[in-house]
């Protein structure tokens, strides 16, 4: 089973400011990766995919970096409304995992 | 848009079983893979199975397999969860998840139902 390791568990920044967020497979994904955001009460939603590819609809501000083992997440200009939980998920092989999450705050 | 609604979920004791659904709105549900991912109360997402657009390929968490069936009716754009032999930790919210068109992606997302396991 593939172990993806999410950092820092929780980022606390300003509106405006740039966040980056860490995922880290434990062996190789290649870019089968994915970004999620939830938000509290809600479903997850689906943000980037194969590591780079923006899903339709995510803001500009949202980008996804990376390939083989390690990844990032990052929001070029935090607005009040990314406050949420992110996770990132792989897919190149069963089972499918999921990373524990990063918990983004706007102070 | 999308709409994805489950339903099913409930109190249940251990050992027991439930039937979790999900019908999608859209006509080109038998055009997508599709699967249930679960989350526990304050914890992260745990992926628990999928199904094939054809329902020829199925692939189960380890945590659930020989307790939990996926399957779909694409006459009625529905998926299931038969869930037996339930336990405490399989305490959570179902989400079904929808994959891109010709991607294998969870790019849709119902609300999910809540499933509670106790005596």
């Known amino acids: 089973e593939i172990v993806l390791t999410q950092s820092p568990a929780t980022l606390s920044l300003s509106p405006g400011e740039r966040a980056t967020l860490s995922c880290r497979a434990s062996q190789s994904v290649t870019t089968q990766l994915a970004w999620f955001q939830q938000k509290p009460g809600q479903a997850p939603r689906l943000l980037i995919y194969?590591?780079?590819y923006r899903a339709t609809g995510i803001p500009a501000r949202f980008s996804g970096s990376g390939s083989g083992t390690d990844f990032t997440l990052t929001i070029s200009s935090l607005e009040p409304e990314d406050s949420a939980v992110y996770y990132c998920q792989q897919r190149i092989n069963w089972p499918l995992t999921f990373g524990g999450g990063t918990k983004v705050e706007i102070k | 848009e999308v709409q994805l609604l489950e339903s099913g979920g409930e109190l249940a004791q251990p050992g027991g079983s439930l039937r979790l659904s999900c019908a999608d709105s859209?006509?080109?549900?038998?055009?997508?893979?599709m699967s249930w991912v679960r989350q526990a109360q304050g914890k992260g997402l745990e992926w628990v199975s999928s199904?094939?657009?054809?329902?020829?390929?199925?692939y189960y968490a380890d945590s659930v397999k020989g307790r939990f069936t996926i399957s779909r009716d694409n006459s009625k754009n529905t998926l299931y969860l038969q869930m037996n032999s339930l336990k405490v930790e399989d305490t959570a919210v179902y989400y079904c998840a929808k994959d891109l068109p010709d991607l294998d992606w969870f790019g849709f997302w119902g609300q999910g139902t809540l499933v509670t396991v106790s005596s």
């Open positions: 194969l590591a780079s």
């Open positions: 859209e006509f080109t549900f038998s055009s997508h893979a």
């Open positions: 199904i094939t657009k054809g329902g020829d390929f199925i």
